[in-house]
């Protein structure tokens, strides 16, 4: 059966890869993937999000940190 370029492998990828999550309508409406496959790739693709965001969350706790002792440390030298 033949389908649209956007249900390509490549597409699909290139599309998770850009927009994460907002790619699941495209894997669900491809003709070629059986359900377990979309099951499989939507249960990854959440995980992937989830463990991306709680990534970003550390990732700013500790810039803030870091920005703090920044500030600190001009303080000091400012004499404050």
Known sequence: QRV????STW???AAIVTVGP???P???TNPRYKMGQKIGI?????LLT???IMASVE????AKG???EIQKTIEYGQGK
């Open 4 to 7: 649209g370029w956007y249900h």
């Open 11 to 13: 597409a699909i990828i």
């Open 22 to 24: 907002l790619a699941l």
């Open 26 to 28: 495209l894997v669900w």
């Open 42 to 46: 939507t249960v990854f693709i959440v």
């Open 50 to 52: 989830a463990a991306t």
């Open 59 to 62: 990732t700013l706790k500790w």
């Open 66 to 68: 870091y920005m703090e």
